[in-house]
């Protein structure tokens, strides 16, 4: 992608969604902390269903940790990988009240410190709960910023880091969320629906996919 392709490639995706947010369901720091944590390898879809039940009798890190690692697995055992995500959220509560006051706390390093807490988790907290500009680059970003040649890299971090260099700082907020609607609605990884993609004039993938009908 060029860089005088990149303010429009942007402004067209803010035009069609204004205000983008996170399609994971919350109402505090510590929640959408837990669904993201809860997130890796699984579908916000399928995180939602879980975390409505968890939520509903245990929304705070002292409640998740009343549950003892028995009971927040029987809330979360439809998501993949769960038995480990239950350890890391618990372990997770412990530092949160030992150390933050029971708060999610706004520095990257102390977040990462955080059991189950990546780069890409902490920048979807600090990003959507505390609107810093960063970049999560998940399967779905990763795709994007390659195919349409926007930033291309060979690992999610040079994704990221790209990334972070050529969107104009007037987007830089949100367009996380456009990125990722876009890989996960549009841009999808078998076959990308260019026919009906908004920003397909921008990009540098070719060919472009013809449309099926």
Same mark, same amino acid.
């Given at each position: !992608? ?56 245990? +929304? ?14 029987? +809330? ?6 769960? +038995? ?50 960063? !970049? ?78």
């Amino acid at each position: !992608m060029k860089k005088n392709q990149i303010e429009p490639f942007f402004a067209t995706l803010k035009a069609a969604n204004p205000q983008p947010n996170t399609e994971l369901e919350y109402t505090s720091v510590f929640e959408l902390l837990t669904a993201v944590l809860l997130s890796a390898q699984a579908t916000d879809v399928g995180v939602n269903k879980a975390t409505r039940r968890l939520f509903a009798v245990a +929304h705070t890190p002292e409640r998740i940790l009343a549950l003892g690692l028995d009971g927040l697995e029987a +809330h979360i055992r439809t998501i993949g990988l769960y +038995h480990s995500k239950a350890r890391h959220l618990l372990q997770t509560c412990e530092i949160l009240l030992r150390e933050h006051g029971g708060n999610v706390p706004k520095d990257r390093a102390a977040l990462e410190a955080l059991p189950g807490v990546g780069r890409k988790t902490a920048n979807v907290v600090l990003n959507v709960a505390f609107g810093e500009p960063t !970049m999560a680059v998940d399967t779905h970003i990763f795709r994007v910023g390659n195919r349409t040649g926007l930033a291309p890299g060979k690992t999610s971090y040079e994704v990221e880091m790209g990334l972070l260099k050529r969107i104009p700082p007037a987007y830089l907020v949100d367009a996380h969320h456009w990125l990722i609607l876009l890989g996960r609605y549009v841009c999808q990884a078998r076959k990308p629906q260019c026919w009906q993609c908004a920003v397909s004039e921008f990009c540098a993938h070719r060919p472009k996919t013809p449309s099926p009908d």
